[in-house]
């Protein structure tokens, strides 16, 4: 079916799994899991790529982003990820899974060892619960992982985010579990921690260890005082600066150490301070990770005749899967519309290679069969585009397919006349938002018009019920009171939508 990035009847700005529930907008689910190492309940806030919106592909399986203090940043993060990924056609990050771990015991969680008080950074109860980030590593390396694998479509890529204290459960983390995640974004980490015997500690193990194929971005705050400056703050002693100096003093250690392989950048922003600096840094930290993921089209991809794009895009997920360590294949509803543009400048062989490539890439996917036979048709391949349209049908039966097949076929398809579908013309409210579309007939066809989108035409599948030209997924059902016309039902991807007859 010819991929049309649009959504209509209703229009639904959709972000991802941002699906619209009782008058809310969802981006996630609470689930939980009883941890014995930490013997109490633990909520995580899971989002994943539409799974509420009715568009999951059950076969497409993520990688996870584990995010601490996940009640802090939740939204900001999957916001994000969620824009790179998907609005617009962009590619920038991979679809990702987002875990969201909120605290329950904050600074017994993510410190690394108990200390003593250490004045003047924290008050008097703050020593008592320190040092539990052993056990809350274990956590969540024995049960939170293993519990979002079984229930998630997940893949084996995974990434760690922290921020202040959290920062510093990702420095444990990457210093003591070296291979437990793929990738790590430390912000503004608290690297003073245990007056700096946790910084010399981690020094020691970051030039001794090896870090082939992990990869860090590290975030550092301007949390100095006013009239402090960057080369005053090297040499000053006084625990005001002692945050930043810690940060600053790892950073040149990492970067004087490159024998350890790990692949690191770092950024200090000079206009953030330490509650502002998560956001930027979390979206610089997501471009430097996957700075190999994006696939660049060029004005000559378009414009080759030829199918040196297939062999750019192999060569290019290719490079994707080495990095993630599994198998990537070009996004199906990207190479179909690379397809369809390609066969409408009667691009044939170009056409045929992209949607050829789908069908290797997704041998269990009907829209793959159908559009390849959609080629043949316009190849005038009668027989060929038969098997195809039987192939797409074996997977998916699909009222649209069997129309083109049937025509093909020479059989009879179900129409109406202009008349039959005049009962169907109106104007109509969609209930809980506010949005019209308007049904007309012209040229004996069912156009429906949404404001803003275009004009749609509606096939007839059956009596009061259709389908939306080269929309796979959509259909269009009128509820009628004999002929009278009542409303109608949208059923779409991202969900099914009542409408009445405007009054």
């Known amino acids: ?4 990035s649009m959504i209509i009847l209703p229009l639904i700005i959709s972000l991802g799994s941002h699906a619209q529930k009782d008058n809310k907008i969802v981006i996630g689910k609470v689930d939980s899991v009883y941890s014995t190492i930490l013997k109490e309940q633990r909520k995580v806030w899971v989002y994943v790529p539409n799974m509420d919106n009715g568009g999951q592909d059950t076969s497409k399986h993520y990688p996870v982003v584990y995010l601490l203090d996940g009640d802090g940043h939740f939204e900001s993060v999957v916001g994000m990820i969620q824009q790179l990924s998907q609005v617009n056609g962009n590619t920038i990050v991979p679809e990702m899974i987002v875990v969201g771990i909120p605290n329950t015991n904050r600074t017994r969680d993510l410190t690394p060892t108990h200390i003593a008080n250490d004045p003047p950074m924290m008050d008097s109860n703050f020593s008592k619960t320190t040092g539990g980030g052993k056990n809350f590593t274990a956590f969540i390396e024995k049960e939170l992982m293993p519990h979002i694998d079984s229930i998630y479509p997940t893949q084996k890529f995974k990434m760690l985010i922290g921020h202040s204290f959290g920062g510093l459960t990702v420095m444990n983390i990457i210093t003591n579990h070296t291979k437990l995640f793929n990738a790590y974004i430390a912000i503004d980490p608290s690297m003073w921690y245990d007056k700096e015997q946790f910084l010399k500690a981690t020094e020691k193990k970051l030039a001794t260890q090896k870090y082939n194929g992990i990869c860090m ?3 550092i705050a301007n949390t100095m005082s006013e009239g402090m400056t960057l080369n005053k703050m090297k040499k000053d002693t006084t625990a005001d600066t002692r945050h ?6 790892m950073d040149k250690f990492i970067k004087a150490n490159p024998q350890n392989g790990l692949k690191f950048a770092s950024k200090y922003y000079a206009d953030d301070d330490h509650g502002s600096v998560p956001l930027t840094s979390e979206y610089d930290g997501l471009r430097f990770i996957f700075s190999w993921y994006r696939f660049k089209f060029t004005r000559a991809d378009f414009m080759d005749l030829g199918t040196a794009i297939v062999q750019k895009m192999k060569q290019h997920y290719q490079t994707v899967s080495k990095e993630f360590g599994y198998t990537v294949s070009a996004p199906e509803t990207q190479i179909n519309g690379l397809g369809y543009n ?8 170009k056409a045929a290679a992209l949607f050829q490539m789908n069908i290797a890439n997704y041998p269990n996917s009907g829209n793959a069969y159908d559009s390849y036979a959609d080629l043949l048709v316009a190849k005038k391949d009668t027989m060929n585009a038969v098997v195809n349209y039987k192939k797409a049908l074996a997977i998916n ?7 083109k097949l049937a025509k093909l076929q020479g059989k009879a398809i179900f129409t109406l006349t202009t008349k039959e579908l005049e009962k169907y013309v109106g104007e109509f409210e969609f209930e809980d938002m506010s949005l019209t579309a308007t049904t007309t007939v012209k040229e004996n066809a069912l156009w429906a018009s949404v404001p803003g989108q275009g004009d749609f035409e509606l096939v007839p599948m059956s009596p009061e019920t259709f389908s939306v030209k080269d929309m796979e997924g959509y259909k269009v059902h009128f509820e009628m009171d004999g002929n ?3 409303g109608l039902t949208s059923t779409q991807p991202n969900g099914t939508y009542k409408a009445h007859v405007k009054k």
Do not use: C, H, V, W
């Open 1 to 4: 079916m010819k991929y049309i």
């Open 217 to 219: 971005y590290l975030g």
């Open 244 to 249: 930043i100096r810690a940060i600053f003093a």
């Open 342 to 349: 390609a066969l409408s400048q009667k691009q044939y062989a």
């Open 397 to 403: 039966d699909n009222p649209e397919t069997k129309q």
């Open 484 to 486: 009278k016309l009542l």
